[in-house]
């Protein structure tokens, strides 16, 4: 995979400030910041069929917004149990604070803290797992295909050092996005979008290399080749 290209490959795109700004006025707006996760599907289907300029054009607001809405809704079921075990360490906290017995106190204390450390580690897997899972469903453009955990564990066994360098440019793009908070804020608009695609990128590099799409071209990310013209007996092509 080619690591320097997901972070830089925006700019190779003729019309890269234009989209940037679309993207990261876009991505302030509550509901209508789906479109940009919608947008991130498409930069990962480019790059898997091997685009020039991946980066698409911004015409299919309606399409992206769903995709987006997909993609949201599935990253809310998978963080259903942290969100269910926080609330019930909230309770517990309010218990203790009122609690009169130092004994009940320590009981919640502990119950609170083995709590806070499954709600951690379980956004630890979400982190890991939810990326192979976007990739099944951009492959396969059903909501269902977020939960195939068979396939898309196997997936990710079978390409485990390619898809581990995979989360990690992705950690390292939302990393330098928050850096964007430096430049008085406003900065981060356009770098939160600029890690969004460049999540896209990466996994579309992955999907090239682990499972070419048929409609793609020869590309430089992965092994696929397209099948040679059948050539007729009077030498034109079929």
């Given at each position: 995979?080619?690591?320097?290209?997901?972070?830089?490959?925006?700019?190779?795109?003729?019309?890269?400030?234009?989209?940037?700004?679309?993207?990261a006025v876009l991505?302030?707006?509550?509901?209508?910041?789906?479109?940009?996760?919608?947008?991130?599907?498409?930069?990962?289907?480019?790059?898997?069929?091997?685009r020039a300029k991946?980066?698409?054009?911004?015409?299919?607001?309606?399409?992206?917004?769903?995709?987006?809405?997909?993609?949201?809704?599935?990253?809310?079921?998978?963080?259903?149990?942290?969100?269910?075990?926080?609330?019930?360490?909230?309770?517990?906290?309010?218990?203790?604070?009122?609690?009169?017995?130092?004994?009940?106190?320590?009981?919640?204390?502990?119950?609170?803290?083995?709590?806070?450390?499954?709600?951690?580690?379980?956004?630890?897997?979400?982190?890991?797992?939810?990326?192979?899972?976007?990739?099944?469903?951009?492959?396969?453009?059903?909501?269902?295909?977020?939960?195939?955990?068979?396939?898309?564990?196997?997936?990710?066994?079978?390409?485990?050092?390619?898809?581990?360098?995979?989360?990690?440019?992705?950690?390292?793009?939302?990393?330098?996005?928050?850096?964007?908070?430096?430049?008085?804020?406003?900065?981060?608009?356009?770098?939160?979008?600029?890690?969004?695609?460049?999540?896209?990128?990466?996994?579309?590099?992955?999907?090239?290399?682990?499972?070419?799409?048929?409609?793609?071209?020869?590309?430089?990310?992965?092994?696929?080749?397209?099948?040679?013209?059948?050539?007729?007996?009077?030498?034109?092509?079929?």
């Amino acid at each position: 995979m080619d690591i320097g290209k997901a972070f830089t490959f925006p700019f190779d795109d003729e019309d890269w400030v234009k989209k940037l700004i679309i993207g990261a006025v876009l991505l302030i707006i509550p509901i209508v910041n789906f479109i940009t996760f919608g947008y991130m599907i498409r930069t990962m289907r480019n790059v898997a069929e091997g685009r020039a300029k991946p980066l698409p054009e911004w015409d299919q607001w309606g399409d992206d917004f769903m995709k987006g809405l997909m993609v949201v809704l599935a990253a809310f079921i998978y963080s259903l149990p942290i969100i269910l075990v926080n609330g019930l360490t909230a309770i517990l906290g309010a218990i203790a604070s009122s609690a009169n017995s130092e004994g009940v106190q320590g009981v919640m204390a502990l119950c609170t803290t083995v709590l806070s450390c499954l709600s951690g580690l379980w956004g630890l897997v979400v982190g890991i797992f939810v990326p192979a899972a976007v990739v099944k469903y951009a492959q396969e453009g059903e909501f269902g295909s977020f939960f195939k955990f068979s396939e898309i564990f196997a997936w990710i066994r079978d390409n485990i050092k390619d898809y581990i360098i995979a989360v990690l440019v992705i950690i390292v793009a939302r990393i330098l996005a928050s850096l964007g908070v430096i430049a008085c804020g406003i900065g981060i608009l356009f770098t939160m979008f600029w890690a969004t695609v460049t999540m896209g990128h990466i996994l579309g590099q992955l999907w090239a290399q682990t499972n070419p799409p048929a409609a793609a071209a020869a590309t430089g990310y992965g092994d696929y080749t397209p099948p040679a013209p059948t050539i007729s007996d009077e030498g034109e092509e079929l």
